[in-house]
Each structure stands twice: as structure tokens, then as C-alpha cells.
């Protein structure tokens, strides 16, 4: 059989209570830094007492700490349980007021039937709400993937359209290297050879420097285009020059050097 249940959870307390006259009272007496001393929490509850916070007799007689209104807050909060659990001896409520808090078996049945209809329309709402919840996800997951899809095919017809050439250097017939809108690589770069048209380059150093700064491979691929190679004397180094001499303040090399030999 189930337990009737003896205590309380919690004990509501007004929010307005140290606006209480009689607390206020106390707390001029004793001041709001209350000791934990032996004697300074007898000497606090022998005050409280005499002020009416607890009931006095009840103190004297029995060394219980309660009052009507303590009581009245008990019953309230209990008042749909069968029984009050205030033992008569040290009841201060009269009979008629304690009579008000009690719930007859109709009543009771009454409350928990539209208890349980309420949790069946939560229950109802709940579902409702889930079900809708899981339809928007489905419809945004594929939306999602109808997203994913069509860029997917964009940017596989954009590549197409870009790729001009196999190789990361072409020509065409009038002999002009072809700018390839291939996604240049770093294997790529290292891979690329000078033109064998004689003119005198310093391509090694080239590739050394734009490593050393790292470079993305796409700035060094068009770095190296348009300084043909790493030719002698082309603005390029002098590029590679102000980066060594700004000590750090340069901080994004490729577009530097892109913008001086432009």
C-alpha cells in the first residue's frame, strides 16, 4: 500500500515578510546579522515568541514553535489530502475554520478528473506539437538537400566552364600563356616549369620566397604568371624587398605582392 505522506516538499513564504511588522520588530531588537551563538538563538526565539510570531503557550508548554497563521499555511497547502495532520492538542485553528480546508470525496474526484483531462491535453498538445516539429524537420532536411544538390551541380558546371586547359600552363596559337581557373595545388606550383625562351630568370628563388611566406597556392600561381616565371629585374623582388623590411606588418604577403606587380 502506498504511504501517506507526512511532510512537505517545500513551505511557501510570502515574499513581503521582512516587511512584517513583527519581524521588523525583532530585526530592530536584534539587528539583521543574527549569531548562530547557543544564547543568541534562545535569547532571538524567546523574543519572537514575545512578540507574537509563535504561539506562546504552545512554547511553554510543549517548547513548539508554531501559530495560527503557520497552520492555516499547512492546511492550505495540504488541503487535498484526506486528513489534516495537525495534532488537536496543539491545534490553534477552530473547528470551523479547519472544517473549510477540508476537500469532500466528490470534490476530490471532481479535482483529480480535470487533473487527468488536463494531462491529456498536454499529453494531446504534446504529440500534436512533435508531429508538426518532425514534418517542418522533414521538409527542412529536404530542403536542405535540395539546396545541397543544386549547388553541388553549379559549382560542378561552374568547374567545367573554368577549366580551360588539362594543364596548369597552356597555349594557344598565338603562343600567349593561358590563365587556367584550374584550383591550383601546392604539388601543382612545384611541378610548373619555366618557358625554355632564354630570358633570364630566378624561378628556384622564386618558388623559395613564396613558400617561405606562405602563400596560398592560387596568389603563388598568378604571382608567378605575371612575374614570367621569377624574370630578372621584374618588380616582384623588389616586392619580396618591403615584405623583409616591414619586420611583420605585412601581414597578407600574396595580395601584397599581387598588388605591386599589377
Known sequence: MGRIKQGLDYFPM????MHDRIVRRVMKR?????NTDLDDVKRIIALAVECGLFDAG?????????SADIQRQYLFITKRRSSSLIDPAYCLL?????????????????????????????????????????????????????TQNKEK??????????????????ENGG??????????????????????????????GLLENLH????????????????NFGAIGHPVWKGFSSIRG????????GRYLLSVIN
Not at 153 to 170: C, E, F, V
Not at 177 to 191: A, G
Not at 246 to 253: D, F
Open 58 to 66: 504552545l512554547f511553554r508548554q510543549y517548547g513548539i514553535l508554531t
Open 94 to 146: 477552530e473547528a470551523e475554520e479547519l472544517a473549510s480546508y477540508h476537500t469532500s470525496p466528490n470534490s476530490k474526484n471532481s479535482a483529480e478528473d480535470a487533473d487527468n483531462k488536463t494531462v491529456c491535453d498536454v499529453t494531446t498538445t504534446a504529440d500534436t506539437v512533435t508531429s508538426t516539429t518532425d514534418s517542418a524537420t522533414s521538409e527542412a532536411e529536404m530542403s536542405t538537400l535540395g
Open 14 to 17: 510570502s515574499t513581503s515578510f
Open 212 to 227: 617561405s611566406y606562405k602563400i596560398l597556392p592560387s596568389e603563388q600561381y598568378a604571382i608567378i604568371l605575371k612575374s
Open 30 to 34: 536584534e539587528g539583521d546579522a543574527y
Open 246 to 253: 616591414s619586420n611583420g606588418k605585412i601581414k597578407l604577403p
Open 175 to 204: 603562343g600567349k600563356i593561358l590563365k587556367s581557373r584550374k584550383v591550383m595545388t601546392q604539388e601543382d606550383i612545384n611541378n610548373l616549369q619555366p618557358p625554355p625562351d632564354g630570358m633570364q630568370r630566378n624561378f628556384e
Open 153 to 170: 551541380q553549379i559549382k560542378t558546371n561552374q568547374n567545367k566552364i573554368n577549366h580551360l586547359s588539362d594543364s596548369p600552363q597552356g
